[in-house]
């Protein structure tokens, strides 16, 4: 199943993909948070890159809870499943943005070009978390969008 998989913030959405036999997670764009202009550029998206589910990180704290923008991010999600009539789950991305930092270091990507690329190397740990879960428990996809 070919996933996108968003890591959404109120001012960019970090964008990432899994190949169809969900095994790679790559890192793909990151996109201004414009609303309603990016949730149908990101439907676009969707559609000409063959997606056929929808994974929105949601913000959490180290308790488990869920932080004051997490239902931004359902919110967001939600709204994009509805317009692609694509199945939606959500994924912890608490600690992506670190992970994905120290990805990008070993990668040898320097400090000052990191910046650019953080979000969607955050949306693909989030991504790929997800699809290791996802292999170990066989977990199904969720029904189309709300």
Known sequence: MRWMALDHGTKKIGIAFSDELEILASPFEVWPQLGDVTLIKLAN???DEG???LLVGLPRHKD???SGTAPLA???GEALALLTSLPLRFGDEHLSSMEADRLLGERG???KDRKAKLDAAAA???LNDFIQDRRATKVPV?????
């Open 45 to 47: 998206l969707a559609k």
């Open 51 to 53: 997606v056929q589910a």
């Open 64 to 66: 488990g809870a869920e």
């Open 74 to 76: 359902r919110a967001f």
């Open 109 to 111: 990507v320097r400090p």
């Open 124 to 126: 693909a740990v989030i």
């Open 142 to 146: 969720a029904e189309p969008g709300p």
